[in-house]
Nanobody, 124 residues
Framework: QVQLVESGGGLVQPGGSLRLSCAASGRIFVTNDMAWYCQAPGKERKLVARITRGGSINYADSVKGRFTISRDNAKNTVYLQMDSLTPDDTAVYYC??????????????????WGRGTQVTVSS
């Protein structure tokens, strides 16, 4: 299977910054789209940013100009640089990745994987 290992979450003051990392590991042939989602208590999980393997990026309107998503294909890792954080950014942030793997029969199968989530708390 594929595992997504996240790091970088924590407590930060308003206006501060955090850098989230998520590394995919396991049976990986190609890591395709990678993304960050967030989910606040009682809210639906929503897309924060997505980046394709080729570097095309989509941001949620609420984070444009403040967050930067990037990736290192050689490391199967996606990053989210979060600047100018506000309390509204407080949420559990989940890494998401579409990963293609080679099956025992030689087929390439693509599945979507989720990290376990990392808490980001923005508070004084």
């Amino acid at each position: 299977q594929v595992q997504l290992v996240e790091s970088g979450g924590g407590l930060v003051q308003p206006g501060g910054s955090l850098r989230l990392s998520c590394a995919a590991s396991g049976r990986i042939f190609v890591t395709n789209d990678m993304a960050w989602y967030c989910q606040a208590p009682g809210k639906e999980r929503k897309l924060v940013a997505r980046i394709t393997r080729g570097g095309s990026i989509n941001y949620a309107d609420s984070v444009k100009g403040r967050f930067t998503i990037s990736r290192d294909n050689a490391k199967n890792t996606v990053y989210l640089q979060m600047d100018s954080l506000t309390p509204d950014d407080t949420a559990v942030y989940y890494c998401n990745a579409d990963v293609s793997s080679t099956t025992n029969s030689g087929r390439v199968v693509t599945n979507t994987y989720w990290g376990r989530g990392t808490q980001v708390t923005v508070s004084s």
